[in-house]
């Protein structure tokens, strides 16, 4: 284990306000200013922690590209627009999507993209990544300075990077589920103090739960919804949502730390660990009707990607490549788009809102 700088300051904070909620935890762990693993750490690819879909193959960034040309012309062609993506990692999903673009040159003509990005260390990748394109890209801190005009928004493991909270039922009540100093200064889990009025649950929880049951909210996940959905309401637009977790809100701990590929215990070495949790995409979708948009039924990555077309856009790039390629590009099609338990076809969901229940857009079900 190598020492996480982090540790005495999440030390001294639980020795000043006793034990923090998990929301805490998650935001100091990722976004420290200093120490936080998005700030600090080198997350992506074979040699860090994860791969995600836009860092396997580039058929994930052309057939979202593709489908954002089509969402634009099904809306009527708004220009100009705000091509946006929010925690984009290296940028390699956006260096993918501009690039397929330049099929429909008015499309490229109108978007003006915007990247939404927390750790000054990755805007400055992502810069690279783009090369050219960083001059005529904006970069955000968050959806408060969006300009007032139509939202094409795409993310990609974005929302399960954002706190969440959880509370485990004890002694028929629901008390928030914390973290507390062990011995030499080591993390354990803690009952929290704060309870929970029943009222403010939702209603799949007011049914009385066993004993250590544990549920998750996500306040942050949850304004995020709204906010991006309260501009898609006002101004128009699309925001395709890509991450893994349940269509239906459920009792469950979900929380996890993955380290070199591998699930880790999320209370070592913080700020070196990536901390996620699954994506409640039922109250997401909650949180986006409360503003006036529309949230299509959740899809499967793998259903998505099929019916926009993955085989076929594969077989193009693979037409006259050596075997070797050809191979390559067939793994990829596979951990894009099966449904084993290693692949990202099943496990992962898109989840797309539009501006009203009047917008179709293919291959979503209204
Ligand atoms: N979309 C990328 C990276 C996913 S990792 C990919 O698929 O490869 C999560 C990303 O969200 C990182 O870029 C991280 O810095 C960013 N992020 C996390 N919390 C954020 C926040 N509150 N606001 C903006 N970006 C955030």
Redesign the pocket.
Known sequence: MTVSALMPRIVRHIELNGPMAVSDYMAMC??DPEYGY?TKAE??GANGDFT????ISQLFGEIIGAWLINAWLTVGKPSPFTLA??????G??MKDILRTAAIEPAFSAAAKPVL????PR?RAIQSETLGGTAKRTQWL??FERLPDRPLFLV????FD??PIRQFIFHRNQWVERCIGLGENESLQWQMGTGKIETDHLPSYLKNVPAEGSIVETSP?RES?AAKIAAHIAEHGGVAINFDYGHTTTAVGDTFQAVHHHAFANPLQEPGKR?LTSHVDFAALSQSAGSQGAHAFQVMAQGAFLLQCGLLERAGQLGAGKSQEVQEQIRNDVQRLAGSGPQEMGELFKVWCLAQNEGVQIAPFEV
Request: charged fraction near 20%.
């Open positions: 990722l976004l998005y997350p992506f995600t879909a836009p860092e993506e929010a925690g984009p990692g290296r390699t999903l939404i990005e927390a750790s990755l801190n968050d993310t990609n493991e974005f990077a954002l942050a995020m990536d």
